[in-house]
């Protein structure tokens, strides 16, 4: 492993410290290191407060003229809620900066390292590039398209079974798994469910500790129900800590694109789908789904009528299935997490 792999790692580790807290800004995390050895390091904390660039800056114990700096995500240079970063590390004299992935805004990309090096400072870019854009991974499919990136979670039996006939679901999947699902909704922006769900299983859709308790002081996802028909009054559980819940209409591929945007103009860039069926079948038809993440109980339940993990209309051939890349699978106490990205064919 080189250094600058080396370093660059350590940064990652430090961006994900802001797992869940950054929205809608990136998660981003920077090290200097002096004569080989790192002598400051920070990471993007919040939404508002000052970037990992900075932090570092203002960790370090001792002068950090001439170090070299490395950083997850291209520096800013643009003033926002906070100063250029840009103009923090000349100020710093530091000598080299090393950037894992580009600003993902075209009108951005590259701009700082244009910067940097006019104040001769020299610049190294795309060092562990795929680990940092998948870090932001919804950050960036919001910056470039102005949508959500959007994960369709599901749990199941082994047989592809999400309820019995008469909708009772709890618990398909162990306590581990569903802690898990904890992690996946603080990564999230909005949650998002059909009126079936919240019918049969009355959920709070909030992040919780681990006795179920609503998390004190965080940013509770927007949470979202997708119904023709509901009213607030038939969602009493979801009247709970966090935001008044939106009833909304996503069947159509037009209602789908329409939502997508909406919710991107309210700075939505992570949106979690939990089910049911009828609505992660319609998700996947109006191809709005980008990554799937299917907790599967080693368990076969059986029943014709058992309720399936994606509804929708029969389709005529096998050559209708979508294709999944990039798929993992892991084990999550008894039970197993499959997660992968979905294709969609090409128009």
Request: positive net charge.
């Amino acid at each position: 492993m080189t250094d600058d792999i080396q370093y660059m790692k350590r940064a990652i580790t430090l961006a994900k410290k802001g797992f869940g807290k950054t929205s809608p800004n990136p998660m981003v995390g920077a090290v200097i290191v002096k004569n080989g050895i790192i002598i400051g390091e920070g990471y993007h904390k919040k939404c508002g407060t000052p970037h990992a660039e900075i932090n570092a800056i203002n960790s370090a114990k001792e002068s950090i003229d001439g170090t070299t700096m490395y950083v997850t995500l291209e520096p800013c240079s643009t003033t926002g809620q906070t100063p250029p970063c840009t103009d923090a590390i000349i100020s710093a004299n530091i000598a080299k900066v090393v950037v894992g992935c580009l600003d993902p805004n075209p009108n951005h990309a590259g701009r700082a390292l244009k910067i940097l090096k006019s104040a001769n400072v020299e610049t190294t870019i795309n060092v562990e590039q795929k680990s940092c854009e998948d870090l932001n991974r919804a950050f960036f499919h919001w910056i470039e398209t102005g949508t959500p990136y959007v994960i369709l979670k599901m749990a199941m039996t082994l047989d592809g079974k999400t309820a019995t006939a008469s909708g009772k679901s709890k618990w398909i999947t162990g306590p581990q798994a569903r802690k898990s699902v904890q992690k996946l909704r603080k990564w999230s922006d909005a949650i998002m469910v059909g009126s079936g769900t919240v019918k049969a299983d009355n959920p709070s859709l909030n992040v919780r500790n681990s006795q179920g308790a609503s998390l004190k002081n965080w940013v509770q996802p927007l949470r979202i129900v997708a119904s023709r028909t509901m009213s607030l009054d038939d969602a009493q559980q979801l009247m709970g800590p966090g935001s008044i819940p939106e009833i909304v209409k996503a069947d159509t591929k037009k209602e789908w694109r329409t939502l997508m945007e909406k919710l991107g103009e309210k700075n939505i860039t992570a949106l979690l789908i939990e089910g049911g069926s009828g609505l992660a079948a319609s998700a996947i038809h109006a191809e709005v789904i980008h990554e799937i993440a299917f907790y599967i109980a080693p368990k076969i339940l059986g029943g014709r009528n058992s309720r399936p993990v994606i509804g929708g209309l029969d389709p005529a051939s096998l050559s209708e299935a979508r294709n999944l890349q990039e798929m993992k699978i892991k084990k999550i106490g008894d039970d197993f997490l499959l997660t992968g990205r979905l294709l969609y064919r090409k128009r």
